[in-house]
């Protein structure tokens, strides 16, 4: 009982020291911005950014702004199109990979001779053989998650102790239930991680690629994604709207962050019991 | 799955024939059993006790039918191993038990595995959780059980498969000395009701005492069969019975010295220094 009294304090006093930290940098950044007007000498570095009041005024404008949400929409598309085709493809092959000696052989190499390549030097080459910029922008999307899915999966499903295998083997369990009840599971907390990990790349990707590649098709803001709108508002002077920007996908990438973490503690409950 | 229809407690006797293995090929070959024989008695307690790293767990993984002998013939009652099977469990050094699965269904899994789950398996199931005193658990990961209760819920695990064998590796390393004592008491009931043809493998001379109907002692790398003793202290057996008994300590010496000169050799390993030590050792001890 007391135990989880106990528990239940905790959150609420890191919730506490993540906001005093969060307020505290605000009025440092907030001070450093305007260091000219109040100090008559501007800081180095902080004095050439926007004040977060500033910033915030222009947020607010854009609120209201649905093509400032359209940005939001487009990239989360994007980012969640890509990752989701990282792991209907990189799971399965990752785990092929582990349990088939022959693939593994015919497949690794090529595999790591292609994983070094980082996803943004693919950009020029999709463009070229992608029908659409939507699709090129996805493609190098899903190559971000796709070799970080598939090397944690592939060294997670490797790594099972070899006692477990043998365990249900001597119990009479068949290939696929050994598959099914053994190597997934056991290989689950990796592909978690490597989901973790593979979507945070996402997200650095996803906004490389619109700012090369112009914001996909749909010509305007409209269809321009977190990364183009901070290009955008660059090429436009509005420097607020950097910053408004760059928060923006902070917030999404933790909530994006949030979501995996939530959904990797509800298949992996035997991880939080220890 | 043939042996589902066997009856239980026959044929089970283990014969091990000239038995060597070796590991790795070339240069880097290891041969660590070698010209081996052994019986394990159809419903008796068998232990093998050696020095550690002498090779027992690998004659394990022979007879589970893990690993296939490089030379000579495992049968189990007549039959040769082939491969791994039911009718043979292992009990694993550390505790194999799924992280990821209830203590229930850590428990249920081999049914479930071969498709027998039914109201019968269920049900033996909460009986044989009640008897390894884990009911009010059975909801919990390993993860949350204590060391003595993850070994309990392993043999729960193993003995709902209703092996005709049960093979148990060094099953109590690692516990505290009060739960292994308890362990003791509790594993030498447990085969007591039933009588299966067990084999246990240990380093640890008490136990091997406490627990066995024969007694292996095995040779240093590559192992063999040094020599085999009939424990024939009367069961129920109680901790006393290995302390404060003349045949336990007169069985205990012969072990001992056994034990003693094959991990001198080992110790001594071709190192002429240690080799020295050993012939001043043994001087002194004469």
Known sequence: MNINKLKKKIPGRATLRGVTAIVVFIIIWELGARSEELFGYRFPFLGLVPAPSSVFVSWAQLIGDPSYWSSWYMSFLRVFGGFLAAMIIGIPLGLFMAVNRTFYGMAFPSFEVLRPIPPLAWVPASIIFWPTQELSIAFVTFLGAFYTIVINVLGGARSINKQFLQAAQSMGATQWDIFRRIILPATLPSIVVGSAVGMGITWEVVVAAEMISGGGSDGGGAGGGLGFFIWSSYVGGSYEQIIVGMISIGIAGYFSSELLRQLGGYLTPWLKSR | ?286
């Not at chain 2, 044929?11 to 293995?21: F, Q, R």
């Not at chain 2, 070959?29 to 159809?42: G, L, M, Q, R, W």
């Not at chain 2, 884990?134 to 060391?147: M, W």
């Open chain 2, 1 to 286: 799955m043939s042996s589902d229809n066997l009856p239980t407690n026959s044929g089970s006797e283990i014969v091990a024939n000239n038995i060597g293995k070796t590991f790795g090929a070339g240069p880097f070959a290891k041969e660590v059993v070698k010209d081996c024989s052994f019986t394990i008695e159809s419903n008796k307690l068998t232990v093998m006790i050696g020095p550690s790293g002498c090779g027992k767990s690998s004659i394990i993984q022979l007879i589970a039918g893990f690993e296939q002998p490089t030379s000579g013939e495992i049968t189990i009652g007549g039959r040769p191993v082939s491969g791994p099977g039911k009718d043979r469990l292992v009990l694993f050094q550390e505790s194999a038990l799924f992280p990821w699965m209830t203590t229930w269904d850590n428990v249920m899994y081999g049914p479930r595995a071969r498709g027998e789950a039914g109201k019968e398996a269920v049900e033996q199931a909460e009986f044989l959780l009640a008897k390894v005193g884990l009911e009010a658990f059975r909801d919990k990961y390993p993860a949350q059980l204590s060391g003595g209760m993850q070994r309990r819920a392993e043999l729960a695990r193993a003995m709902i498969n209703k092996p005709e064998v049960m093979i148990l590796d060094e099953p109590f390393r690692g516990l505290d000395h009060m739960s292994k004592e308890l362990m003791w008491e509790y594993y030498a009931a447990l085969f007591e009701e039933d009588r299966n043809t067990n084999f246990f493998i240990t380093t640890d001379i008490d136990e091997a005492i406490f627990l066995a109907d024969r007694l292996l002692i095995m040779t240093n790398l590559p192992t063999s069969t040094r020599s085999v003793i009939e424990i024939d202290i009367p069961r129920p057996r109680v901790i006393e019975d290995i302390t404060n008994n003349d045949r336990a300590n007169e069985i205990k010496t012969e072990v001992m010295t056994l034990l003693h000169e094959e991990a001198m050799k080992s110790f001594t390993g071709g190192s002429q220094a240690a080799a020295d030590f050993l012939e001043a050792y043994s001087k002194r001890a004469g």
